[in-house]
């Protein structure tokens, strides 16, 4: 069992619809870090959470450290929302563990 | 700008050909790691460093080696790369402490092996 689980693996919306994405993990963290990668193209950190809830535009992420959760949100989804979603956690020796991510296609 | 920079952004060698991929960073990040990541799957830790106390990771190949000189500069070495090497390597910095979470990737050095 991957120690970082992400669902869904792929993911098609409608432009304007809300998203979720979840994240489960079963290590101990310092961090967790939701990260996006256009296809053919670089990672970008979106958040980084060891606690409650963050806002960036429309991208809300929220953790529950007692459950070990972390959901991404994202209101009115755009076309140029389409990429792959990481969730990826720091552990306590500062390893960085991947998700298998997100793969999200938002249609006009 | 502060920024992650590795070299070179393509690389071609041949089988059993060395090659030396390089990460700098300017933003004086304790951690820094090196992941390999293969079409349309999730990135792989190959190692990471705090200083320059390395972890490797124990599925890492011996053919896979990596040197971190000083703070800002991170060296992986493929010694004898295979066609199975062929793969977009990137490299990560992160700070360490409250406040110093920012995580910084490179644009990667996509390697392709002949």
């Known amino acids: 069992k991957n120690e970082v689980e992400q669902s869904p693996q792929n993911l098609t919306a409608q432009e304007g619809e809300f998203i979720t994405i979840n994240c489960s993990y079963s290590?101990?963290?310092?961090?967790l870090h939701w990260l996006q990668q256009h296809p053919g193209g670089g990672i970008v950190s979106l958040f980084m959470?060891?606690?409650g809830k963050k806002k960036h535009g429309r991208l809300i992420a929220t953790i529950n450290i007692q459950e070990k959760h972390s959901s991404l949100h994202i209101t009115a989804s755009h076309p140029r929302d389409s990429a792959v979603y990481i969730c990826?956690?720091?552990?306590?020796?500062?390893?960085?563990?991947f998700g298998t991510g997100t793969r999200l296609q938002v249609f006009p | 700008d502060a920024m992650v920079i590795q070299n070179p952004r393509y690389q071609v060698t041949q089988f059993g050909k060395p090659v030396t991929l390089s990460c700098s960073q300017t933003?004086?990040?304790?951690?820094m790691y090196w992941y390999q990541q293969k079409s349309s799957q999730a990135p792989k830790l190959l190692f990471h460093?705090?200083?320059?106390?390395?972890?490797n990771e124990a599925d890492t190949p011996d053919n896979f080696q990596s040197r971190r000189p000083n703070t800002s500069f991170c060296f992986l070495d493929i010694r004898s790369p295979g066609l199975g090497d062929a793969a977009m390597y990137l490299c990560?910095?992160?700070?360490?402490?409250?406040?110093?979470?920012?995580?910084?990737f490179g644009a990667g050095s996509r390697l392709t092996v002949l």
């Open positions: 990560a910095t992160a700070g360490r402490g409250r406040g110093a979470n920012v995580l910084t």
């Open positions: 959470l060891s606690s």
């Open positions: 990826a956690v720091r552990d306590n020796t500062d390893k960085l563990i």
């Open positions: 460093y705090y200083d320059k106390d390395f972890n």
């Open positions: 290590v101990g963290i310092s961090a």
């Open positions: 933003l004086n990040h304790n951690v």
